[in-house]
């Protein structure tokens, strides 16, 4: 049963809109590749340091109210969970590539930028990870305009130049287990850097260089683009992001058409109606149930 079946069916199945969805999330297979490369520990970041700014994380819509924050966070907790047992291996086997999460969705203004801060930031608090938070919407860099790295050498940089170290343009934050890689510097050429096989080599060396890194990328929308699809067959996890009340089924259809391939794709439903702004509800298929948003 194809992944747009599934994902029909189980809603089909609730007899509820998708805004309704139980929460939860499960992959639709974590199979350990043993050509899969392992990666030696050791720890980068030679860029100049990001301060993470709650306050301007906030003002420019990124960071929930702080009177949603406290359901926000247990949300987060909730949905990086199963990403991180995937990425590392923690309770359940490793799934390839698992530690390179791709945050996607079919259009723009559905939370991916949203989401893939607030996923980096809950994932920060894990002890025995290092996240590396990559802003890959290389035609609509917000994240790096916010923490202040806009016109910053980033990834597009790295992408131009083979023989570049990538490392050296990755920046530590003020949180010590957080750090922080720019679009980089745009040209003409961005979408065919962004889908090139240098992107994958380079994407490939992102996870290798720490075996406790997770890699979290904030990428432009599934339909309007030809990197994001490019850029989702790298990408070990997909968490595809859909904003409640907004994205049109047949849109979200037609998007999860470009991951139908893919082998771990999950879906976060985003802004639910119900609640205000920061609700969050999560929904997933695979062979692990739904999990109901808000409890612990
Ligand atoms: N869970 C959420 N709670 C509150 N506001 C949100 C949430 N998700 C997204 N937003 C808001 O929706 C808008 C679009 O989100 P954004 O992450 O920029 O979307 P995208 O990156 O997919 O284009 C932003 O103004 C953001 O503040
Ligand atoms: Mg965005």
Known sequence: MSLVEKTLRKLQESGRSPSEAPAGMAPRQTARSESEVPRAPQEHAHGPMVPIERG??????LLAPQEDLELL????????????????GRGAPRSPKGYLIMIASAMSGEGKTFTAVNL???????KDLRVLLVDADVAKPQLS???????APGLLDALR?????????ICPTDLPTL?????????EDATELLASTRMEQLVAELGQNDEQRVVIFDSPPLLQTTESPALA??????????RAEFTPQPVLLDALKTLEKHPSVSLVLNQSIRTVTSAYYYYGYGKQ?????GEE
Do not use: C, N, W
Request: net charge positive; glycine share 10%.
């Open 56 to 61: 301007t994380l906030r003002a420019a819509g």
């Open 179 to 187: 750090s922080f890689l720019a679009a980089g510097r745009s040209s």
């Open 233 to 242: 067959r790298m990408a070990g996890q997909v968490v595809v992001v859909v």
């Open 289 to 293: 149930h739904a999990v109901p948003a």
């Open 161 to 169: 130049d083979p023989g570049g170290d990538v490392e050296a343009l």
């Open 120 to 126: 980096a930031l809950s994932m920060a608090l894990e």
């Open 73 to 88: 966070v247990r949300q987060y907790r909730k949905i990086k969970q199963p990403l991180i047992a995937r990425a590392i």
């Open 145 to 151: 305009h916010v923490l202040g790295r806009g016109d």
